[in-house]
């Protein structure tokens, strides 16, 4: 198995674009969660998804972060406008739920400028 | 809410046994211990996890006191590739979710 994807690895991008991050979780798990990390404020749950639902967005700073999982195999964090405050390293885990831990995706570094 | 209570940094030698500690004083009767850990410029790897009884895997082993308040994520013999950021986390209580705290950075000297 590959593992969760992200992609892109890195992103750059000027204050006010939107920004779409994406996720392939792993063949057969039915959980999905994003994470956000800074130095500030360390692993922050962003929101979660089982069986495609999300179940919890509680984490989502405001309304310019979206985020969606139209298949099991596929999720996207969306942010429109981005602001640099928004710029940290963004993570995607999938999971069977109830079931194990969490994979992690590498990351994306995204760079507000 | 879990919360968990680590020490921010800990120190070992290579070769040498490591207890990592961890408080979850309001863990909830059926929410799993888990631990992580982050090594530099990586995604979080999953460690390990328990409820009740002490678990081992080829990574490591969590020792789980018996009223389930605190856990201790063991190395048996630390190697350099071992450092890292380690997090343990309940999920939120009732919650499948897992919120991590800040961690314990162990640092492995040769």
């Known amino acids: 198995d590959a593992g969760v994807i992200q992609s892109p690895r890195h992103e750059v991008t000027e204050m006010g674009q939107e920004v779409t991050l994406r996720c392939k979780p792993i063949s057969g798990h039915n959980s999905l969660f994003w994470y956000r990390q800074t130095m500030m404020r360390g692993l922050e749950l962003l929101i979660y998804f089982n069986n495609n639902v999300p179940i919890d967005d509680s984490g989502m700073p405001e309304d310019r972060f979206s985020a969606k999982m139209p298949n099991a195999s596929f999720s996207t964090l969306k942010i429109q406008p981005s602001e640099p405050r928004d710029s940290a390293v963004y993570f995607c885990?999938?999971?069977?739920?109830?079931?194990?831990?969490?994979?992690f995706g590498s990351g994306t570094r995204l760079t507000v400028v | 809410d879990a919360k968990t209570t680590q020490p921010n940094s800990m120190e070992s030698n290579e070769e040498e046994p490591v207890h990592l500690p961890c408080n979850h004083s309001t863990i909830s009767g059926t929410d799993y211990i888990h631990w992580y850990r982050q090594l530099p410029s990586q995604g979080p790897e999953y460690v390990i996890h328990?409820?009740?009884s002490n678990v081992n895997n080829r990574m490591a082993s969590l020792a789980i006191a018996e009223d389930r308040k605190s856990s201790t994520l063991i190395l048996h013999r630390a190697t350099l590739r071992d450092a890292a950021v380690y997090y343990c986390s309940p999920p939120l209580q009732g919650a499948q979710k897992l919120v991590f705290g800040q961690g314990t950075r162990l640092t492995i000297n040769p």
């Open positions: 328990g409820l009740t």
């Open positions: 885990a999938s999971s069977l739920l109830g079931v194990g831990g969490y994979t």
